[in-house]
């Protein structure tokens, strides 16, 4: 069946570094745009980045520009999420969301995350 | 970046009310939008694309509408396993920004 998988997360240190991951399986990965979506504890959903299927568009939330890389390896159907410069602001449950396109550019027009993973927690303290 | 502004934040309903939920960007999104449906503990899912369009699997009794700066999610009957957190996004330009959710409540 259709799944994403999120690893990764844990409690980290401000200013200290972490990579997700997120596995999907059961749909032609490379066929569509992927998305990260963060989730602060008891607060709303904040969209974080998204790459075009082939990986050669990216766009980023203006919280996380020039911290976080998103990233894709189409030949093992996984999708990462490098962060750097963690903040405790950057605490949340972490999605891994796959839109209904690819994202061709421009413009940058999504339609919508019809899959979502689990969600892995990162949890950013000292 | 463009604004989403859902209202109400919360609402209280009961087993079968008809309910609106109202979702408002600050700047035309065009058709651009999308409603998901979280509950506690569990990942949001997709019930409408592109303002209108029901996703596969989602029950009949959601539908949403609106294009431009306004649109409403709309579910005809409410069922107990309605009661939820709903919240709009618009797809139609970076960032992609939700609205702040509603949270739909039993009364």
């Known amino acids: 069946q259709v799944q994403l998988v999120e690893s990764g997360g844990g409690v980290v240190q401000p200013g200290r570094s972490l990579r997700l991951s997120c596995a999907a399986s059961?749909?032609?990965?490379?066929?569509?745009?992927m998305h990260w979506v963060r989730q602060a504890p008891g607060k709303g959903l904040e969209w974080v980045a998204v790459?075009?299927?082939?990986?050669?568009?990216?766009y980023y939330a203006d919280s996380v520009k020039g911290r976080f890389t998103i990233s894709r390896d189409n030949s093992k159907s996984t999708l990462y999420l490098q962060m750097k410069s963690l903040r405790a602001e950057d605490t949340a449950l972490y999605y891994c969301?796959?839109?209904?396109?690819?994202?061709?550019?421009?413009?940058?027009?999504?339609?919508?995350?019809?899959?979502w993973g689990q969600g892995t927690t990162v949890t950013v303290s000292s | 970046d463009i604004r989403m502004t859902q209202s109400p934040s919360s609402l209280s309903a009961s087993v079968g009310d008809r309910v609106t939920i109202t979702c408002r960007a600050s700047?035309?999104?065009?058709?651009?939008l999308n409603w998901y449906q979280q509950k506690p503990g569990k990942a949001p899912k997709l019930l409408i694309y592109?303002?209108?369009s029901l996703q596969s699997g989602a029950p009949s009794r959601f539908s949403g509408s609106g294009s431009g700066t306004d649109f409403t999610l709309t579910v005809s009957s409410l069922q107990p396993e309605d009661f939820a957190t709903y919240y709009c996004?618009?797809?139609?330009?970076?960032?992609?920004?939700f609205g702040q959710g509603t949270k739909l409540e039993i009364k």
């Open positions: 996004q618009q797809s139609y330009s970076t960032p992609y920004t």
């Open positions: 592109s303002a209108s």
């Open positions: 059961g749909f032609t990965f490379s066929s569509y745009a």
């Open positions: 790459i075009s299927y082939d990986g050669n568009n990216i």
């Open positions: 700047q035309s999104i065009r058709n651009y």
């Open positions: 969301t796959r839109d209904r396109g690819i994202l061709v550019v421009p413009p940058a027009i999504g339609y919508g995350m019809d899959v």
